[in-house]
């Protein structure tokens, strides 16, 4: 291979050069942020009570809220149209500049508790899969919603297709720029989510976003005191759901709540308590809480014996930095207004 050598006048120009070409680099506007790092996206529940100024606070952390609900009628033939107070969240939301999306319920307010049977009826039968799609996309334009949010709980195995065939039935049902998303319990076996009657990829294909529940661990009606959420088990199943979803479409749902409960000896139930409520608690008994570093959650034991586990702005945190290091879409927090503010 053969070559001119460069003469003296070119070398003499080699530092005029790279100067000019450092100094366009530096005069160069910056790349905007989501080109340099893209923030998660924070999807806030929240039920017809919230307050106004409670939205507002939170709002430059939020990218979604999802408002509580159209729920399903009992023979599952039917998404009742969201009361007024429902509708008033999602205008305040989206003056906040925010998206909004409907929650399909089968919370049931005469049970006191989510019905298997309303979920059954409308998963089992095709045609109050259709219909009940319809009504959504009717419900979602009616109130200028931005999309549909299905929580179907208790959902029977053998279901697990009517529920792939509702959220289908939605994406078909609504325009291409409404959105559809899923909740489902958070568990740390496949099998386990196939029992829930979720069929996992089927699920990650026909939706937007898959939001993890991952909540309610322990509970004072069904174990011992314990985390709501611990981080160990969180990890686990979203492991568990990511051998079947993208991370691209997967959610990390986040407590912004506790429970108590109290001794066998005193007759009395545990219950639902806030951070601050439980923070409260704590001082007025002049106790000390303990932070669980390895589960991300406070602790404490009140003078009567009454156990407390919470999940606070400090849990959050911890969630924020597992979300971040699976590469997952997002967070999830149940609940806006009960969860301590959400940090920007």
Do not use: C
Not at 158 to 186: F, K, N, Y
């Amino acid at each position: 291979m053969t070559g001119r050598r460069p003469t003296a006048l070119a070398l003499g120009t080699l530092p005029l050069l790279l100067a000019l070409v450092l100094a366009l680099a530096l005069a160069a506007p910056a790349p905007p942020a989501s080109a340099r790092a893209e923030e998660p996206e924070v999807t806030g529940y929240a039920l017809g009570s919230l307050a106004a100024r409670v939205l507002a606070r939170d709002a430059g952390a939020l990218t979604t809220v999802t408002v509580a609900a159209a729920p399903l009628s009992a023979d599952g033939r039917r998404a009742l149209r969201p009361a007024a107070d429902v509708l008033r969240v999602g205008r305040v939301a989206r003056r906040q500049g925010l998206r909004t999306e409907l929650l399909l319920s089968n919370y049931s307010n005469r049970l006191g508790a989510f019905d298997p049977r309303a979920a059954h009826r409308l998963l089992s039968d095709p045609r109050s899969v259709r219909r009940v799609a319809r009504q959504l996309a009717r419900h979602v334009a009616d109130g200028r919603w931005d999309g549909v949010n299905v929580d179907l709980e208790l959902v029977r195995r053998d279901d697990a297709g009517g529920l792939v065939a509702l959220v289908e039935a939605l994406q078909d049902a609504m325009p291409a720029e409404r959105t559809v998303t899923i909740d489902i319990s958070a568990s740390t076996s496949l099998r386990s989510y196939r029992d829930r009657g979720y069929a996992l990829a089927r699920i990650g294909r026909a939706v937007d976003a898959v939001q993890l529940m991952a909540y309610d661990q322990h509970g004072p009606t069904w174990s011992g005191p314990g985390p709501v959420g611990d981080l160990r088990w969180q990890r686990a199943a979203v492991e568990t759901v990511l051998r079947r979803v993208p991370a691209s479409r997967l959610d990390l749902g986040v407590a912004g709540y506790g429970y108590t409960w109290p001794p066998a000896s005193s007759g009395r139930t545990g219950r639902t308590v806030t951070p601050a409520r439980a923070r409260l608690l704590v001082e007025r008994a002049g106790v000390r809480a303990v932070w669980h570093a390895r589960s991300g959650e406070w602790s404490a034991r009140l003078p009567d014996g009454t156990a407390l586990w919470w999940s606070d702005a400090r849990s959050y945190d911890r969630r924020v930095d597992l979300a971040e290091e699976l590469g997952l879409r997002g967070l999830a927090v149940w609940r806006l207004g009960s969860a301590d503010p959400l940090p920007r």
